[in-house]
């Protein structure tokens, strides 16, 4: 599979969905996004991203059970794939080289 490079959403939706782990599906994340990134993100951002990111073969998905709470309809579930673990390790080195690369006087004058 040829290298797909991630977005800036992508990548913080792939991140929460390892977080999140079993409990993955787009209101979950969406709601973690907001808790840990103070990033309110629309929850059909954030299923159009969690589709892409499944067609782009970095997360799978399966349906869980129908519950009362959702009128029967049943949730989507997403896991990160093997490949996008690889996108997600191959972005925090490229943000880590460019972070170390960059001058202490750079750094001094970020407020770092």
Known sequence: MKRTFL????????LTVALLAEEAYAVTVAQELDQKTGRAVGFSTVHTTLQRLEEKGYLSSEMGGATAERGGRRKRFFRVTAFGRKALREAKE??????????PQTLQL???
Request: overall charge negative; proline content about 0%.
């Open 110 to 112: 970020m407020g770092n």
């Open 94 to 103: 490229a943000r880590e080289t460019l972070w170390n690369a960059m001058s």
């Open 7 to 14: 977005g800036e959403l992508e990548e913080v939706v792939l």
